[in-house]
Structure formats: C-alpha cells, structure tokens
C-alpha cells in the first residue's frame, strides 16, 4: 500500500510505501504527482520505504518506470528512505543516469530527506 505523507512542503509530494505495493497504489502517485507538476512546473519526490522492494508486484514496478519515464524532463529531485543500504546505493546510482537529482536516505534522516527535496538544505 501507498499512502501519501501529510504535512510536507508544498513543493514536493511525499508517500508512504508499506506491505506490498500494486499498480492500482501508483494511481495516487500519479495524480498527485502531476498536480505538483502542473503547480511547479518539475518535480520533488520523497519515497519512504517502510517495507522491502520485493513487496512492490511486477505491475507496481511497472506503474513506478512509467511515472518516471512520463515526468522524466520534470525530475528535480527525489529521494527514497530506507532502512536498506542497497536501496540507497541503487538510488546513488541511478541519479547518475536519470535527470535531477535522486539521493538515498537511511529513515533517521527523514528530516534532512524532505529539506533536501524541498530545496529548503543542499545537503
């Protein structure tokens, strides 16, 4: 399941990812997301982890590449939390290869996560 985070900057959009994650989770995603981009005009993301990448189903992943793909001139910055060093190394990596900026965050920096993609910190 997703749920979007209360309580964020208006800037960016923040979810909640917990137990397993399916096709029909993104449809919130994507309209929130658009919305923002409609609003902004680019795109600040946060990903909260609270479950393993292996609870997102194969439509769920498929659903994520397309909102990528769908927004990619748009990607400001992103940043997924997890408690997973291998999440946050993949998202090290992958900013290399997407527009924006993706940075991965253990769950103890929550705070420091949405400054950054709030553009409130560069840190």
């Given at each position: 399941?997703?749920?979007?985070?209360?309580?964020?900057?208006?800037?960016?959009?923040?979810?909640?990812?917990?137990?397993?994650?399916?096709?029909?989770d993104?449809?919130?995603?994507?309209?929130?997301?658009?919305?923002?981009?409609?609003?902004?005009?680019?795109l600040?993301?946060?990903?909260?982890?609270d479950?393993?990448?292996?609870?997102?189903?194969l439509?769920?992943?498929?659903?994520?590449?397309?909102?990528?793909?769908?927004?990619?001139?748009?990607?400001?910055?992103?940043?997924?939390i997890?408690?997973?060093?291998?999440?946050?190394?993949f998202?090290?990596?992958?900013?290399?290869?997407m527009?924006?900026?993706?940075?991965?965050?253990?769950?103890?920096?929550y705070?420091?996560?949405?400054?950054?993609?709030?553009?409130?910190s560069d840190v």
């Amino acid at each position: 399941m997703i749920v979007q985070i209360p309580d964020v900057p208006d800037n960016m959009v923040g979810f909640r990812a917990d137990g397993e994650v399916t096709k029909e989770d993104f449809e919130l995603v994507k309209e929130e997301v658009a919305q923002l981009v409609e609003k902004t005009g680019k795109l600040n993301y946060l990903l909260f982890l609270d479950n393993s990448p292996k609870d997102f189903t194969l439509g769920a992943w498929l659903q994520d590449a397309l909102l990528g793909i769908s927004n990619i001139t748009k990607w400001n910055r992103a940043a997924i939390i997890s408690d997973s060093e291998a999440v946050i190394k993949f998202t090290e990596v992958f900013s290399k290869l997407m527009p924006g900026e993706f940075r991965g965050y253990p769950k103890t920096e929550y705070a420091k996560a949405v400054n950054w993609v709030s553009e409130r910190s560069d840190v």
